[in-house]
């Protein structure tokens, strides 16, 4: 099977940095897009960072200028560097990835979530 597993989450001050990472593992033909999703106590998941295959980046609105999403494809492994860290950005970041494997099949995956506090 393949896995998902995110790293780098932790308890900071407002105004400091952290760099998450995730990295996939098994049976992978091809990772395709990789992105990051933070879930809120009680919210819905919601959409901050992708990265395509070919490099293409996309933000939410909230998080440009501040997040940078990158990839190291022979590591299978996205980042997301987060500085100017504000009390909002305080959730669970969830990696997500889509993923061709052997045998050839198109698959979504979701990693296990890294706590990310920020404090006041």
């Known amino acids: 099977q393949v896995q998902l597993v995110e790293s780098g989450g932790d308890l900071v001050q407002a105004g400091g940095s952290l760099r998450l990472s995730c990295a996939a593992s098994g049976n992978i033909f091809r990772v395709n897009a990789m992105g990051w999703y933070p879930q809120a106590p009680g919210k819905q998941r919601e959409f901050v960072a992708c990265?395509?295959?070919?490099?293409?980046?996309n933000y939410a609105d909230s998080v440009k200028g501040r997040f940078t999403i990158s990839r190291d494809n022979a590591k299978k492994t996205v980042y997301l560097q987060m500085n100017s860290l504000k009390p909002d950005d305080t959730a669970v970041y969830y990696c997500?990835?889509?993923?061709?494997?052997?045998?050839?099949?198109?698959?979504?995956?979701w990693g296990q979530g890294t706590q990310v506090t920020v404090s006041s």
């Open positions: 990265i395509t295959s070919c490099g293409s980046t």
């Open positions: 997500n990835a889509i993923i061709i494997t052997n045998p050839p099949v198109w698959s979504e995956y």
